[in-house]
T-cell receptor
Framework: EAGVVQSPRYKIIEKKQPVAFWCNPI?????LYWYRQNLGQGPELLIR????????DSQLPKDRFSAERLKGVDSTLKIQPAELGDSAVYLC???????????????FGEGSRLTVL | AQSVAQPEDQVNVAEGNPLTVKCTYS??????LFWYVQYPNRGLQFLLK????DNLVKGSYGFEAEFNKSQTSFHLKKPSALVSDSALYFC????????????????WGLGTSLAVNP
């Protein structure tokens, strides 16, 4: 079974440029997460989707970050314009969670490392 | 408020010796506890979890963790460390209650870097 797939793995851009990251979750997983991880720190939740609905986007900097999960499968995270402080690893994760079955664990992709110059 | 503490930034242990990575937590409802491992330049991998049942949980790669309700701890252990265990370890907790609502959000520790020396 394929795991969570993210692309690109690495991206280097200049500040003020736009950037987009793509995530394909594990088949059948209804919940999708975008996290940001700075070097030597734990992951920070940006947004959580249950199917197509963003159920928690309280930590998403909405002035420059946007995300979508059309059709409740793949998701895209966009930053426009990027700032120096956005340099980080952007992790996508998925899980199977509903009222009847919530196994709890998240499955992560390999991450997209963004460097803003 | 929910929180997780990993009191050690780094743990060093000799290969073949037992290892412990500490985690304490605070959660208002039923704690769901998790350990994840992150190897360099990789995503996080699930190691083990405590949801209910036996306090001693066994997971991947020979790791285990013991849920201690009175001490609100969930320390990660392995009887004999390998050099390949060197990585960053994260503890996470969330409220597993049926009515947890927004407390379902997973709260992460800051991570502990484990170095196993040959």
């Amino acid at each position: 079974e394929a795991g969570v797939v993210q692309s690109p793995r690495y991206k280097i851009i200049e500040k003020k440029q736009p950037v987009a990251f793509w995530c394909n979750p594990i088949s059948g997983h209804n919940t999708l997460y975008w996290y940001r991880q700075n070097l030597g720190q734990g992951p920070e939740l940006l947004i959580r989707y249950e199917n197509e609905e963003a159920v928690d986007d309280s930590q998403l900097p909405k002035d420059r970050f946007s995300a979508e999960r059309l059709k409740g499968v793949d998701s895209t995270l966009k930053i426009q314009p990027a700032e120096l402080g956005d340099s980080a690893v952007y992790l996508c994760a998925s899980s199977l969670a509903d009222a009847r079955k919530d196994t709890g664990e998240l499955f992560f992709g390999e991450g997209s490392r963004l460097t803003v110059l | 408020a929910q929180s997780v503490a990993q009191p050690e930034d780094q743990v060093n242990v000799a290969e073949g010796n037992p290892l412990t990575v500490k985690c304490t937590y605070s959660v208002s409802g039923n704690p769901y506890l998790f350990w994840y491992v992150q190897y360099p330049n990789r995503g996080l991998q699930f190691l083990l979890k405590y949801i209910t049942g036996d306090n001693l949980v066994k997971g991947s790669y020979g790791f285990e963790a013991e849920f201690n309700k009175s001490q609100t701890s969930f320390h990660l252990k392995k009887p004999s460390a390998l050099v390949s265990d060197s990585a960053l370890y994260f503890c996470a907790v969330r409220d597993g209650s049926v009515n947890a609502g927004n407390n379902r959000k997973l709260i992460w520790g800051l991570g502990t870097s484990l170095a196993v020396n040959p």
